[in-house]
C-alpha cells in the first residue's frame, strides 16, 4: 500500500514565524500534491509538483511556497505564518502518465498560528 | 474545470445500501469521475474511479449516466465505518494530475 507521511500531526506556531510542513511518499510517485482544508470551503490546492525541482500553482498559492529537492519529499513553506494560515494541511502523492492514476493523502497536519 | 454538485448530507440505515449522487453536467469527454471519502480526523481516502462505464470494486460501486452528466456511488451495505464525507470529483482535462474538491457529502449511517 501506498504511504504518505506528513511529519506533524498537531503544529501551533506564532504569527511571523518560519514553517516547514514536511511530506514524504514511499510509492516513488512523481506527483505530490499540498492542499489546505478549511470547514465550509472543502479542499483547496495550494501547490503542486509533477517531477523533481518542479512545481506549480495550485488555486490558493498566496502566502506559501514549496520544495522538492528528492521525488519522495515535498515540503510546504509558510514564509512568515499568520492567523489567517491556520488550517488542516493534507499532502498527496500520485503516479505521473496515468491519466487516470487516483491521489493517496497522508492524515494531515492540524496547524494552528496564534 | 467542471464542476460537481453533491446533496450536503444524507443518512442511512446500517446495512441497507447508500446511494449517493452527484452531478456533473460540464464533464468533458476524456474527464474521469473519482470518488474520494474522509472519516474525521483523517486524509481523505480514494474509494473508485471511472470514464463511462459501470466499475465495481472491493469497497463500491460506481454508475455513471449513458450522458455521463451524473454519476452515483452505492455502498451496498453501509456499516457505521462508513460514516464520513464522500467527495465526488472530475478530474481536470489536460494536467492528468489536478484534483479539485468540492464539499462533499456528509454520509450518516445510523443503527
Redesign the interface.
Known amino acids: 500500500d501506498v504511504k504518505?507521511t506528513q511529519s506533524s500531526r498537531y503544529l501551533v506556531k506564532r504569527t511571523g514565524e518560519k514553517v516547514f510542513l514536511e511530506c514524504v511518499q514511499d510509492m516513488d510517485h512523481e506527483?505530490m500534491?499540498w492542499?489546505r482544508q478549511d470547514p465550509?470551503?472543502?479542499?483547496?490546492?495550494i501547490y503542486?509538483s509533477?517531477d523533481v525541482k518542479m512545481k506549480e500553482k495550485?488555486?490558493i498559492p498566496e502566502g506559501y511556497s514549496v520544495s522538492r529537492e528528492k521525488k519522495e519529499r515535498f515540503s510546504l513553506i509558510l514564509e512568515s505564518a499568520s492567523t489567517n494560515q491556520t488550517s488542516m494541511y493534507?499532502c498527496?502523492s500520485?503516479l505521473?502518465?496515468?491519466?487516470?492514476?487516483?491521489?493517496?493523502?497522508?492524515?494531515?497536519t492540524r496547524l494552528t498560528v496564534t | 474545470d467542471a464542476k460537481t454538485t453533491q446533496p450536503t448530507s444524507m443518512d442511512c440505515a446500517e446495512g441497507r445500501a447508500a446511494n449517493l449522487p452527484c452531478n456533473h453536467s460540464t464533464i468533458s469527454g476524456?474527464e474521469?469521475v473519482?470518488w474520494?471519502r474522509q472519516i474525521h480526523?483523517?486524509?481523505?481516502?480514494?474509494i473508485i474511479?471511472g470514464?463511462k462505464n459501470n466499475e465495481t470494486n472491493e469497497m463500491a460501486s460506481l454508475i455513471i449516466t449513458e450522458d455521463r452528466k451524473s454519476s452515483t456511488l452505492i455502498l451496498p451495505h453501509a456499516t457505521l465505518r462508513d460514516t464520513a464525507v464522500y467527495?465526488c470529483i472530475v478530474?481536470v482535462a489536460g494536467t492528468?494530475?489536478?484534483?479539485?474538491?468540492?464539499?462533499?457529502t456528509r454520509l450518516q449511517v445510523t443503527l
Open positions: 504518505v506527483n500534491f492542499y465550509g470551503l472543502g479542499l483547496r490546492l503542486f509533477y495550485g488555486d493534507l498527496a500520485s505521473v502518465g496515468y491519466y487516470n492514476s487516483p491521489l493517496h493523502f497522508g492524515n494531515g | 476524456n474521469y473519482y474520494y480526523s483523517q486524509g481523505p481516502q480514494y474511479h470514464l467527495y478530474r492528468a494530475s489536478k484534483l479539485t474538491f468540492g464539499t462533499g
